[in-house]
């Protein structure tokens, strides 16, 4: 069974960066697109990036594009999303997912991933 879990959310001032870590256990991680996506208080769970098996490829939301970046490590089955110039508008708690099938690109659409973490609360205060 896959486990995936995050760290280093926490609370950090606008402009700030945090560095959250998805460390992943049990299937085959490096054969695996993933991502990160993220759920604010009353608002429905949105994607904010993506990263494909072999790294090469990596996607973005809009909203974070220029300001976060998404990286991995097969070797140590670890993907990092690097969280710079933040905003009160990112305050939510952030998950990482893996996706369902083998040898996948990126995606946006949370349908496309099987297995997801608990989840870390970033705050961003202003």
């Known amino acids: 069974q896959v486990q995936l879990r995050e760290s280093g959310g926490g609370l950090v001032q606008a402009g700030g960066s945090l560095r959250l870590a998805c460390a992943a256990s049990?299937?085959?991680?490096?054969?695996?697109?993933m991502g990160w996506f993220r759920q604010a208080p009353g608002k429905e769970r949105e994607f904010v990036s993506a990263i494909s098996w072999t790294g090469g490829v990596t996607d973005f939301a809009q909203a974070v594009k220029g300001r976060f970046t998404i990286s991995r490590d097969n070797a140590k089955n670890t993907v990092w999303l690097q969280m710079n110039s933040l905003k009160p508008e990112d305050t939510a708690v952030y998950y990482c997912?893996?996706?369902?099938?083998?040898?996948?690109?990126?995606?946006?659409?949370?349908?496309?991933?099987?297995?997801w973490g608990q989840g870390t609360q970033v705050t961003v205060s202003s």
């Open positions: 049990g299937r085959i991680f490096s054969l695996c697109g």
């Open positions: 997912a893996e996706r369902s099938l083998p040898y996948g690109s990126t995606s946006s659409d949370p349908v496309d991933y099987a297995f």
